[in-house]
């Protein structure tokens, strides 16, 4: 039992350091879903809670390069004590670009970065008083990294992490960091 366990892992092991033929550029979807966190500032209430992100991208391969358009959409965040409560919500429109490192083998690690932009809309009140509130649309960059298992040549199952930054709405220093999973296929 010993050798056939150190046999199908030694082989394992050889098969993805092997480069995968045959490989699919063109047009993909992809979907991701993770947790996210806040870190906002000078705020009243603590929203640094992990909370549910989802996302759909429709993009482009070709060889090393991927391209794609994402809509990124985060939980509302919020914060309730007593008669106060504190809500943040955002979603974004992300033109993303990756760089996967070894896309001709079964395993590849990828790098990405991103432009686009937030809607962000927050809320700070008690039973009697809005103390403060706002909707604001706001630049966004991104930037991250990860690993793509090859499943087969078109279908794709990626691990990641991402930094966004939100370009201070409203004089708040707004920031997020995502881990994700997610599909990929090329049509």
């Not at 070709?62 to 979603?91: A, G, I, P, Q």
Request: charged residues 25%.
């Amino acid at each position: 039992m010993k050798k056939f366990l150190l046999a199908a892992t030694v082989a394992v092991c050889a098969l993805s350091c092997l480069p995968a033929h045959a490989e699919c550029d063109g047009f993909y979807g992809a979907l991701r879903g993770g947790g996210f966190k806040n870190d906002m500032k000078k705020i009243e209430g603590d929203l640094d809670s992990v909370k549910m992100m989802f996302s759909g991208a429709l993009g482009y391969r070709y060889e090393y390069f991927r391209t794609e358009l994402e809509y990124v959409w985060r939980e509302k965040n919020e914060d309730e004590k007593s008669n106060h409560r504190v809500e943040l919500k955002s979603y974004s429109y992300m033109w993303n670009f990756y760089y996967d490192v070894l896309p001709f083998n079964w395993w590849s690690p990828y790098v990405n970065a991103g432009l686009g932009f937030t809607r962000v809309r927050y809320l700070d009140r008690d039973n009697t008083w809005i103390h403060d509130k706002w909707k604001t649309t706001k630049f966004t960059w991104s930037i991250g990294g990860g690993l793509s298992l090859k499943v087969t040549n078109r279908f794709n199952v990626d691990a990641g992490y991402r930094y966004y930054d939100f370009n201070k709405p409203h004089g708040y220093d707004l920031s997020a960091q995502e881990i994700y999973a997610g599909i990929r296929y090329v049509f």
